[in-house]
């Protein structure tokens, strides 16, 4: 594991995680690329914010021999689907997602509205002009198969995470305990603007301005507590392992109404 192997060029940054596990980040969120390189066996979990498409390519061409078998989507929030489309259109790749997360895919049902009077931050405060209509994947889109198999990648599984969303999932490899766990919850204090550019590293519940039921929020958090896992990457900073991972995981499962839960707020 080269968790210290951290590239940043301009607005992005890429972090080898694991011989197998590539991250790219896209502004301050944070795409996966799965597989080994030099093999067409390949996923990708999430797409970043919108106007990356082309980094993705590029890192894809370098790395593998052709392109993903398969996009898989945490969730719908607007910086994880921002380039969906159209690599989607660029690669013809199917793309997945929870049953629940469908609606907001498919152009039906917009997100609620973030709340900004929540976390007290900048990126807070400001959150309510960021985008939270549904995008239109229409037909290109599937519903995860409801055995918890990820397509394409056969040592992986999704674990149902909602709260943040209502269909968030998180993914997960049990050999070497792997967790991918995209919004539901991440490390960096992602409300302050400092925090987020300075990438200070800290375990945090999800965002807060855009999570409307706190209360599966909460028991999503204990799920993968339990899971106890070796690595986590989230959709929000840098990755986390070992006993670092366990110990602020367990913490914040623990003592999640006090670590994570606003005081105040229209969701809450």
């Known amino acids: 594991m080269a968790s210290d192997n951290l590239i940043t060029e301009g607005k992005t940054a890429l972090e080898e995680v694991a011989p197998d596990l590539l991250c790219l980040r896209t502004l301050f969120v944070n795409v996966l690329f799965v597989g080994t390189p030099g093999s067409r066996q390949w996923i990708l979990v999430d797409t970043g914010m919108p106007g990356f498409a082309k980094d993705i390519i590029q890192i894809a061409e370098e790395r593998f021999d052709g392109p993903p078998l398969a996009i898989v989507l945490t969730h719908g929030h607007f910086d994880h689907v921002g380039n969906v489309i159209e690599l989607e259109q660029y690669w013809g790749t199917p793309v997945f997602a929870h049953t629940l997360e469908l609606p907001y ?4 049902t ?5 709340d900004p009077t929540v976390g007290g931050g900048l990126l807070a405060r400001t959150s309510f002009i960021f985008p939270n209509e549904a995008i239109h994947l229409d037909d290109r889109v599937d519903a995860l198969p409801s055995d918890h198999r990820v397509p394409y990648a056969p040592d992986w599984r999704w674990i149902a995470t909602p ?7 998180s993914l997960y490899r049990e050999k070497d305990g792997a967790l991918i766990a995209g919004d539901a919850f991440i490390t960096v204090q992602q409300e302050s603007l400092w925090h987020v550019i300075f990438q200070d590293k800290e375990l945090h519940g999800p965002p807060m301005y855009f999570t409307t039921d706190w209360e599966a ?4 958090v204990q799920t993968l507590a339990d ?11 840098h990755m986390m392992a070992s006993t670092e991972l366990r110990g602020q995981l367990d913490r914040l499962a623990r003592d999640f109404d006090r670590l994570a839960l606003p005081r105040q707020g229209k969701y809450v």
């Open 105 to 108: 895919l498919t152009g039906i």
């Open 110 to 114: 917009d997100y609620p509205p973030a």
């Open 163 to 169: 709260g943040h969303s209502p269909g968030h999932i």
């Open 217 to 220: 929020a909460k028991n999503s």
């Open 227 to 237: 899971l106890k896992p070796e690595l986590a990457i989230t959709g929000h900073g």
